[in-house]
């Protein structure tokens, strides 16, 4: 097990537990490991429904392709389980 699935096991079992967050991350990872993260930050940087806060945590998650990647290597391990 990751030393951070540790420190931050409960934030990733929110994520895995949350339907639209999961989703939402799981497709972040998915273009991030594609290399085809750029035209989601595009069209999220043109949605005026989302304001400004959320959208720098999303760019600072989708820059963070290690976090990505961990939280979908725990989404996949966990959902037997779940």
Request: charged fraction near 30%; hydrophobic fraction near 45%; proline fraction near 4%.
């Amino acid at each position: 097990m990751h030393p951070f699935w540790l420190k931050d096991l409960e934030s990733l079992e929110a994520i895995s537990q949350d339907d639209g967050t999961r989703d939402l991350m799981l497709r972040m990872a998915h273009l991030s490991g594609t290399g085809n993260l750029a035209p989601f930050l595009v069209e999220l940087d043109g949605d005026r429904e989302i304001d400004p806060a959320m959208k720098a945590r999303f760019v600072e998650l989708a820059c963070d392709a290690w976090f990505l990647h961990l939280v979908e290597d725990y989404v996949h391990r966990t959902r037997v389980l779940h």
